[in-house]
């Protein structure tokens, strides 16, 4: 029996119940899925070839005109199909409907025979019937890494039922559509996904999943939806909550009218007016596109869904603000209700390209804003004034974006957090590359924000202080007393050794309640080494510490071991492998921690 499995699945074998689970569901994807659907993929095209062959011309199959072949019987009716040919958006209101179809001569057709709708409908039956619709969930989302392998449109069909609840289809590795840091990593194989994903095959094959998923409840389409598919999400998946669709610059406002339960101008060229997503919680749609010269959603369409939606949370578009202020004033000089007679929004997020459009009147209009994200452009005094006006506003978390043209924080962060930094209590700062901060900034966030539990910057850049403080002197820590998580990334390594030194302890030492603390270098930081978490941990012991993860420190395993003892709570420890490590300390590293669980000495602790 042991001989059927590889030493691979052996040590997954070992390793616990959740990593069993990947091997069972890497069985299936395999062994089931896979292999059948090579063989009835190849099957499917032998009729489909078989079909034209026969044909009196290559088209009359697809629309079901006589012919003489044999096989004609069984196929003519088989070639029905619905794709969207590509093309470039002319404008925000380009009109797409189910007219809109690829010639049948463009791409191979031979999902939609009936002997492979036949199979992957049995499949599909019998999927759903014995599988849990978690089990349906881990499938589908393993099957998107096997694209570009053989039979993943029959594994892909097949696994899309009634069961599903979520579906990410999103072209992996891509360029703009990696993950927060921007860390990307390409492959020949990943290359021949996005294609294979972005093929026109693959919009028949959406469509076709669609129809089938009745209970889904979030949809990822990244650079794929276009407006048909939007119409066949709003007819079908009518109790989605969350929609996905960056990237997409097929998707015009057309499209959004679908998922709100309108049609339009295209009315006349729909069976039915779509049902539409009425119970869509978050809509992402930003941005449009890679392209800049995308024409963004118009005002009035933002508005629309904003009033159909009655149970939207999450708005994501690039011209939110000026959706609201359409919701609130209507057309210029038009009929509109007055401001007494509107409905309050249920939004809770807001993010706009210009902070300056956010109103004292959205916010009277959206009291359950919690999330809000503004592009600095100004001193940010009319949007603090605004939100100090408003305390109903829960701040939960504020995030202060920087472009290249700003080289400081200053002034908008001292004047926006001197209005409402006492009710922040997650602050994020995005900076570019050339925004510099100062130990003043960080004081200033420190004052201003007493009760702010979590903070966040973003290409960390310090300016070179004249008035560093020398190393023989004890750093005035920064007071932090309810902080519990800290996350800086891309921390730039520019700034002396000294300055970058005396900024970790001017940090850390003041966050008794620290659980997360996330750092990460560019670059190996040679000053961050095990004499510098001794320093910090005199200071500050970090009783209360959860996960610690360090990105390219010169610590040692020696650090790793000195954070476990007396520290209950450490469940995480991360990037050890780019910390000052030789590959032959890890087994004598990984003896000891065997050791001490054995021994019950150590509570379980994730290494990454």
């Known amino acids: 029996m042991e001989a059927q ?8 074998l070992k390793s616990g119940p959740c990593s069993l689970e990947k091997l069972c569901n890497r069985k299936i994807l395999d062994n089931i899925l896979l292999s059948c659907g090579r063989k009835i993929e190849d099957r499917a095209r032998l009729i489909l070839e078989a079909s034209r062959g026969g044909s009196s011309s290559a088209t009359s199959g697809f629309r079901g005109r006589s012919s003489s072949n044999s096989l004609s019987g069984e196929i003519e009716n088989q070639m029905k199909f619905e794709a969207i040919k590509p093309r470039r958006r002319k404008s925000s209101t380009t009109i797409l409907t189910v007219d809109s179809l690829d010639e049948p001569e463009s791409v191979d057709y031979y999902t ?3 002997f492979y709708q036949e199979q992957t409908s049995k499949c599909r039956e019998y999927l759903s019937t014995h599988l849990s619709s978690c089990t349906l969930d881990n499938l589908v989302s393993e099957v998107q890494q096997l694209s570009h392998r053989s039979g993943f449109f029959f594994a892909l069909s097949s696994l899309c039922s009634d069961r599903l609840s979520h579906l990410p289809i999103s072209p992996p590795n891509s360029v703009g559509y990696g993950n927060s840091n921007g860390n990307d990593s390409g492959t020949g194989s990943t290359d021949k996904s996005i294609e294979l994903m972005g093929s026109a095959i693959s919009s028949h094959l959406l469509l076709e999943c669609i129809g089938h998923l009745a209970n889904l409840a979030r949809l990822t389409l990244h650079a794929l939806a276009t407006n048909i598919m939007l119409y066949s999400i709003a007819e079908t998946c009518t109790k989605l909550q969350v929609l996905d669709i960056s990237f997409s610059s097929e998707v015009t406002d057309l499209g959004l009218l679908y998922l709100s339960g309108g049609s339009g101008r295209c009315e006349r060229y729909l069976p039915k007016p779509p049902e539409g997503c009425k119970y869509l919680r978050e809509l992402h749609f930003n941005p449009q596109s890679s392209s800049t ?5 118009m005002p009035r369409v933002v508005a629309y869904i ?16 000026d959706g609201l202020q359409y919701y609130l004033h209507g057309p210029e000089g038009g009929y509109h209700p007055k401001m007494n007679r509107i409905s309050n929004l249920k939004l809770t997020h807001f993010q706009d390209t210009a902070s ?15 999330n809000i994200k503004l592009n600095v452009v100004d001193n940010l005094e009319k949007v603090g004034q605004a939100l100090q006006s408003n305390p109903q506003i829960t701040l939960d978390k504020v995030t202060l ?25 997650t602050l994020r700062l995005q900076c570019s590359n050339k925004t510099f901060l100062t130990n003043k900034d960080l004081s200033t966030i420190a004052t201003n924000c007493p009760l702010l539990d979590a903070l966040e910057i973003v290409n960390l850049s310090m300016s070179e202080d004249p008035e560093i403080i020398s190393a023989s002197a004890v750093p005035k820590p920064l007071n932090f007393r309810f902080l519990t998580q800290l996350r800086l990334y891309q921390v730039s390594v520019v700034p002396s050794s000294a300055q970058l030194r005396e900024l970790c302890l001017f940090m850390l030492a003041g966050c008794p309640d620290l659980e997360v603390l996330h750092l990460e270098f560019p670059e190996k930081a040679w000053f961050f080494s095990d004499f510098l978490l001794d320093e910090i941990l005199v200071v500050n012991p ?3 510490l959860e996960t610690f993860v360090i990105k390219n420190a010169a610590m040692t395993l020696i650090s790793a071991l000195r954070l476990l003892n007396q520290r209950p709570k450490l469940k995480k420890i991360g990037k050890i492998l780019q910390w000052d490590v030789e590959i032959g300390e890890l087994d004598t590293f990984e003896q000891i921690i065997k050791r001490a669980k054995s021994l019950n000495l150590l509570h379980d602790v994730t290494f990454l």
Do not use: H
């Not at 472009?403 to 001197?418: A, I, K, R, Y």
């Open 5 to 12: 499995w590889s030493d691979t699945e052996t040590d997954l």
């Open 542 to 544: 970090l009783p209360r």
């Open 356 to 370: 300056q459009e956010l109103t004292e009147e959205m916010l009277q209009i959206c009291p359950y804003l919690r």
């Open 401 to 425: 974006a920087y472009g290249e043209d700003q080289p400081s924080v200053q002034p908008s962060l001292t004047t926006f957090l001197q209005l409402c930094g006492q009710r922040i209590n």
């Open 306 to 321: 904003l009033r159909q939606l009655k149970y939207l949370r999450v708005c994501d578009m690039e011209r939110l603000a």
């Open 112 to 114: 939609q025979t009936s």
């Open 293 to 297: 010269t995308i024409n963004p959603v």
